[in-house]
């Protein structure tokens, strides 16, 4: 249950969220990809349609989830089919949410058959896979709000924050929602801790909460920039 009434601040206008991991075909048995149990992109997607959005989610492997209600999902497995989906229905989108754990790479060719254990452990080549976010941002379309996700962690170079800011930049998006990573934190769990950088220089501390609470900010923020 809400505790409190939800806005209607996104009446009539139409969301892309893109949730889950991406995974890419090695085999007939394997696939190399991204962990994500895709909880903070139905909760986006979840959250939106409350406040009165048109919303698709664009979901690849997740965990076993409720579809959200009043959401039109659709199922992609690998990065290249996310794109194809994502940008597809962002061509009519004022907001593109890009939740999504996305592979950045994927085997370079797929084997027909499984790869047999053999005498040696086999080498893999990769290739890159596209930067959905990186196409949204300089894609030739009417602007439109795009919101990436990154999971950070700090070192002897740079903090969580430094690392994020440098990251909205060379990405190009509008809004970054970044969640600092450690032991038990981000993946595979019920909570989120981190900041929402905006590219007019803004950082907004994201304290500690569920994943629901975290999409009412993200989206806090995006109809305050839609205004
Ligand atoms: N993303 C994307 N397409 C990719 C990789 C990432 O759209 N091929 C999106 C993610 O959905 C996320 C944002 O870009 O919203 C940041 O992803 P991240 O993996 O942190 O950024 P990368 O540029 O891939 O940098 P790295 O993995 O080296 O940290
Ligand atoms: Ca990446």
Known sequence: AEPFPLPRDLEGRRVVVSAGGTAEPLDPVRTLGNRSSGRQGYALARVAAQRGAEVTLV????ADLDPPAAV???RVQTTREMRDAVLDAAKAADVVVMAAAVSDFRPAALSVGKIKKGDEPPSIPLEFNPDILRELVTEDVPRRLVVGFAAET??????VLEYARAKLERKGCDLLVVNAVGV???FEVEDNEGWLLGADGT???LPMGSKAALAARVWDAVAERLR
Do not use: F, M, N
């Open 154 to 159: 700090g070192d002897d170079h740079g903090s």
């Open 72 to 74: 039109e999902l659709r």
């Open 203 to 205: 950082t907004q501390p």
């Open 59 to 62: 979901a690849g492997t997740t």
């Open 184 to 186: 038990g934190k981000a």
